[in-house]
């Protein structure tokens, strides 16, 4: 009798007991789904299922209508909700001190000397050590900042508004690259950066956006898309489209605010040489449009990814601005050199909000030019966004990828459909040193962990009145 060759998938017992007895075995490392328990209970039960149904048509068509445009630049304590004296913002979910990583650490420790809290580095660590200073997530202050993401109240923002549903979402001006905050750079040059964009470039970015009675970013960022933009790593199109269109108004600003000529020039030269300027702005666009869609009761889409560099969270629809939150991953990437994997802190940044909305990874197939950046390639790009369908409830209606037929980007994360398929989303994003005031040393891909989606869901599904 030919003998059989049995697939072990059970534990390690069951293929030593098989070899014993002279049976061919292979292992294959495979796991129920998660979350099965919960997707069995939901989808026996006809009404609890239909409850989620309607709430992710809903949530999803909330998500599709909106449409956004900046309409000014503020002092952040002016205009953020519950930003106070003596609190910083953060990227990412809630964290204190004694867990922030070294990138956010340097970035408060930074924007405390900036805002005059303390007059060194020192002195300010010192301060945020004994909680003399209040961290939050920018997240649950309707804000979102790329990397370390801190926002302190003199800093300028941009206010972005959804003007289908009338929220709104706050977020800095981009700093430019080099030696920046958001990588957690702290020293006198990058304090300087900062005055001078609250002195210099804020005013005249405002006094412009307010003449041209606001810029349409959704516009925008739909173009970009057909110009080889994803909208989180690579915004040299978006960047050019914005200050192309804002151009003359900034111009009769420089008239109208009696800037020096040389303030004005510098201006002008930061905005040209800053590809990433228009990534701020983006941010929050997405966060804009996504806020209209969280707490809608029964429904499974995510409406909010970020990481602070120690933990990744995510916001469910149906548990409103509850975190559900697991370790922040690692990133798969290409290092600058002299540096490597050893080097870089985990995944770091509220810019997964772009991923949220159904840009940054999710559309790496329109943006080939970002591939080699992010140590991927061509094909591997259209891989990830075909990928991403698979776990999300609809196609983008006017983000659209030439490459692909004109399709929509993949929008819509179902925390069910990932619990069942154990696909999780990919992000690109930048690598930040781990320690402090060293900054970006590289880019890459990360799949974020599956945790966040499970309890998200699993909380969700417990909340619902099953009939079984």
């Known amino acids: 009798m030919k003998s059989?060759?049995?697939?072990?998938?059970?534990?390690?017992?069951?293929?030593?007991?098989?070899?014993?007895?002279?049976?061919?075995?292979?292992?294959?490392?495979?796991?129920?789904?998660?979350?099965?328990?919960?997707l069995l209970a939901l989808e026996q039960d006809v009404d609890s299922y239909r409850l989620v149904q309607a709430a992710n048509t809903r949530a999803i068509e909330t998500i599709l209508a909106g449409r956004c445009r900046v309409i000014d630049v503020q002092?952040?304590?002016?205009?953020?909700?519950?930003?106070?004296?003596?609190?910083?913002?953060?990227?990412?979910p809630p964290i204190d001190w004694e867990h922030a990583s070294g990138p956010l650490r340097g970035a408060l420790a930074g924007a405390t000397v900036y805002e005059s809290w303390a007059a060194t580095i020192g002195d300010a660590e010192l301060k945020l050590a004994r909680g003399d200073i209040s961290l939050s997530p920018c997240h649950e202050h309707d804000a979102v900042g790329p990397m370390a993401g801190v926002i302190s109240p003199s800093m300028p923002v941009f206010l972005v508004e959804n003007l289908t549903f009338g929220t709104r979402a706050y977020s800095t001006?981009?700093?430019g690259l080099g030696r920046v905050l958001r990588y957690g750079a702290n020293d006198p040059s990058v304090i300087d950066r900062l005055k001078w964009l609250a002195a210099v470039v804020a005013p005249l970015m405002g006094a412009a956006i307010r003449r041209a009675d606001g810029v349409d970013l959704t516009g925008i960022m739909a173009q970009a898309l057909n110009m080889g933009d994803?909208?989180?790593?690579?915004?040299?199109?978006?960047?050019?489209?914005?200050?192309?269109q804002l151009a003359g108004d900034l111009c009769k600003a420089v008239a109208s605010l009696d800037t020096d000529i040389d303030d004005?020039?510098?201006v002008f030269h930061f905005l040209a040489a800053t590809d990433v300027f228009f990534l701020n702005l983006g941010m929050a666009a997405c966060k804009a449009v996504l806020d209209p869609a969280t707490g809608i009761a029964g429904s499974t889409v995510v409406t909010a990814m970020a990481r602070n560099g120690t933990e990744?969270?995510?916001?469910?629809?149906?548990?409103?601005?509850?975190?559900?939150?697991?370790?922040?991953p690692g990133i798969d990437g290409l290092f600058f050199p002299g540096y490597g994997p050893?080097?870089?802190?985990?995944?770091?940044?509220?810019?997964?909000?772009t991923e949220t909305a159904g840009l940054g990874g999710f559309a790496l197939a329109a943006a080939p030019g970002i591939v080699d950046f992010v140590g991927g390639t061509v094909g591997a790009g259209v891989a990830v966004t075909e990928e991403m369908y698979e776990i999300t409830l609809a196609e983008h209606t006017r983000f659209r990828i030439p490459s692909m037929g004109g399709r929509g980007t993949p929008v819509g994360i179902d925390a069910r459909m990932v619990c069942r398929t154990r696909l999780t989303p990919v992000l690109d994003t930048g690598i930040a040193h781990r320690q402090a005031g060293i900054g970006q040393i590289g880019a890459g891909t990360v799949r974020v962990p599956i945790g966040p989606f499970v309890a998200g869901f699993e909380k969700l599904v417990a909340g619902l009145a099953l009939s079984s």
């Open 4 to 38: 059989s060759s049995v697939v072990v998938v059970g534990p390690e017992e069951f293929e030593a007991s098989l070899q014993r007895q002279g049976v061919e075995s292979a292992r294959v490392d495979w796991r129920p789904p998660a979350a099965s328990e919960a």
């Open 264 to 266: 004005a020039m510098a």
């Open 75 to 92: 002092r952040a304590g002016d205009v953020v909700p519950g930003l106070d004296r003596g609190t910083l913002l953060h990227a990412g």
């Open 342 to 353: 050893e080097d870089a802190n985990p995944d770091l940044g509220d810019s997964a909000i």
């Open 173 to 175: 001006m981009n700093e």
């Open 312 to 328: 990744f969270g995510i916001w469910l629809s149906g548990t409103g601005r509850e975190w559900h939150t697991a370790p922040a």
């Open 230 to 244: 994803e909208l989180h790593n690579r915004n040299t199109a978006a960047t050019s489209l914005f200050v192309r």
